[in-house]
């Protein structure tokens, strides 16, 4: 065997299913590898989209997906989507090829620092020496993207350690996950907070949101009257009827003030306090009110679950029942697409164990208070900020759970960024619904020209940048160059009922909401 093939056998040996590509010249030897059955490879035709889907499959899989790129820009041309999984604790092994060892001297054109590009979004990044160091150096590197919170491994692989003969492969066992236990004075600080009856507000991250870790946060506030939250935008929350529900700390910060003005504590789980998205001036970039205490229950590295049954066993027998999301039936809409239309439309259209991955940054502000009481889903957010992640997440979250329908929410600006993901859900005929918000234009940026006090509105050459007419964008032709057939709407009766005809559909649609 040579190091490409001890590379895919011991990627598989450690668990991981699937590699997401965008091979080249470099790569060819480990392309040949993944001749091998036991690693799925899905071609992506951009290396943001192999990126965004590696961290769409983590967020429902809870285990890392491999990506190829191809050398240094290959690397670079992903890093906006690395950057975003970093931020959701998604972990991810991506190898990058490069140069044989004989050919970096030359400075070839494609010869780039790696390393240097690697480490600023990576927690671990190593160069192979040779074909005898890859079996190790891979279980390395999924390991560490296998802790807990996730993380984003970084394996640079020269031509000559790919090509060259790797003798017999050394089979090393595959690591379990640990999580650090909770501190049991941290978790009695906050018992006795709860039981002081001081307005506090709990605030679940990350694998908190989910599982019987949410199922636990119910009973601690239905014990003690405490409200439950969690921050704007979640890794991966379950939500919907059935289920605990969470209030969402706004995103806007004078809203976010107000929201968070009431409460003496904040608790955190597997999360920070809330800050702002971004600087305003004359506004503060810390959310919570003065004076307001800040306490740890579980930190990012912590078992939550176990931090919270703790809480539980110290607030002592049960007085009130676990907080439960009730079933609302939402009648369809009909008349103009208004965002509380469309978010009507996708309270009653949305599928029970539907996986929703959500960029719809001015519409979908709507949407997420009227979705409550849906039947359960889970529920997808952006949390690095670097727009045109939900396109490849919904890839990836759809290769994962292909029994289930993944909606994807995206404004027409952000879903430019990596539509061809569009292309890699055709040819793996995955169960996506696309929903285009086409507003032509980058209407967020239209509310933060007036937030950042830079005047009261774009003047014509500022709103040439914001706008995206002229041309228009056709999103019908794009998606059917892809081979994704697509419709538009112009009425939320219309909406509803193609979302509904999209989700009863075996592979991808796209939907242009014209607003």
């Known amino acids: 065997m040579n190091g490409a093939e001890h590379l895919v056998e011991t990627l598989a040996d450690q668990g991981v299913e699937i590699c997401f590509a965008n091979p080249g010249t470099s790569e060819m030897h480990f392309l040949s590898a993944l001749e091998n059955p036991r690693i799925k490879p899905v071609l992506c035709l951009f290396e943001g989209v192999a990126t965004g889907a590696a961290d769409g499959w983590y ?28 931020r ?4 991810m092994v991506n190898v990058v090829g490069e140069h044989s060892a004989s050919h970096l001297k030359y400075d070839a054109p494609l010869t780039s620092d790696i390393e240097g590009l690697a480490r600023p979004l990576s927690h671990w990044v190593r160069r192979i020496d040779g074909p005898d160091a890859v ?13 807990h919170p996730g993380r984003i491994a970084t394996l640079i692989l020269p031509g000559d350690a790919s090509w060259r003969d790797a003798g017999e492969i050394v089979r090393l066992p595959k690591p379990g996950r640990t999580m650090r236990a909770p501190d049991p004075a941290r978790v009695e600080q906050v018992a006795k907070v709860l039981r002081s009856g001081e307005p506090t507000l709990i605030i679940l991250a990350n694998k908190a949101t989910r599982g019987n870790a949410l199922a636990l946060a119910g009973q601690v506030a239905g014990r003690t009257g405490t409200r439950i939250g969690s921050q704007f935008f979640t890794a991966r929350m379950e939500r919907g009827a059935g289920r605990t529900p969470l209030e969402r700390i706004p995103y806007s910060v004078k809203p976010a003030l107000a929201f968070l003005a009431p409460f003496k504590h904040l608790v955190t789980v597997e999360t920070t306090e809330p800050v702002a998205f971004f600087s305003y001036p004359d506004l503060p970039s810390q959310l919570k009110a003065p004076g307001t205490q800040v306490h740890a229950l579980a930190e990012a590295d912590e078992d939550s679950e176990a931090a919270l049954a703790m809480l539980l066993d110290l607030l002592g027998p049960a007085d009130g029942a676990a907080l439960i999301q009730q079933r609302v039936e939402t009648p369809v809409p009909s008349g103009a697409l208004t965002p509380v239309a469309i978010a009507h439309a996708l309270a009653a259209a949305i599928p029970e164990n539907a996986i929703v991955v959500d960029e719809s940054l001015t519409t979908g502000r709507e949407t997420m208070g009227h979705t409550m009481g849906a ?14 992640y939900s396109p490849p997440v919904a890839t990836g979250a759809a290769l994962a759970c292909p029994d289930r329908r993944t909606i994807c929410m995206t404004g ?7 539509i061809q993901a569009l292309w890699t859900q055709a040819r793996e005929q995955l169960p996506v619904t696309t929903i285009i918000f086409a507003n032509n234009q980058y209407a967020i940026l239209k509310a933060e020209f007036s937030n950042m006090g830079a005047g009261p509105a774009p003047g014509p050459r500022a709103m040439s940048m914001i706008d995206l007419t002229e041309p228009t964008i056709d999103w019908q032709a794009m998606a059917k160059s892809m081979g994704v057939p697509a419709v538009a709407v112009d009425t939320a009766e219309d909406f509803h009922r193609l979302l509904v005809a999209s989700i009863r559909s075996e592979g991808p649609m796209l939907i242009e909401v014209r607003l």
Do not use: C, F, Q, W
């Open 59 to 86: 967020r429902m899989k809870d285990a890392p997906a491999a990506t190829l790129l191809h050398l240094g820009p290959g690397l670079s041309n992903g890093l906006a989507n690395i950057h975003n999984a970093r």
């Open 88 to 91: 959701a604790s998604s972990g």
């Open 135 to 147: 079996a190790s150096d891979v279980a390395a590197g999924v390991a560490k993207a296998n802790e």
């Open 375 to 388: 039947l359960p889903h889970d529920l997808i957010n952006n949390m690095g900020g670097s727009i045109g």
């Open 412 to 418: 027409d600006g952000s879903a430019m960024y990596t």
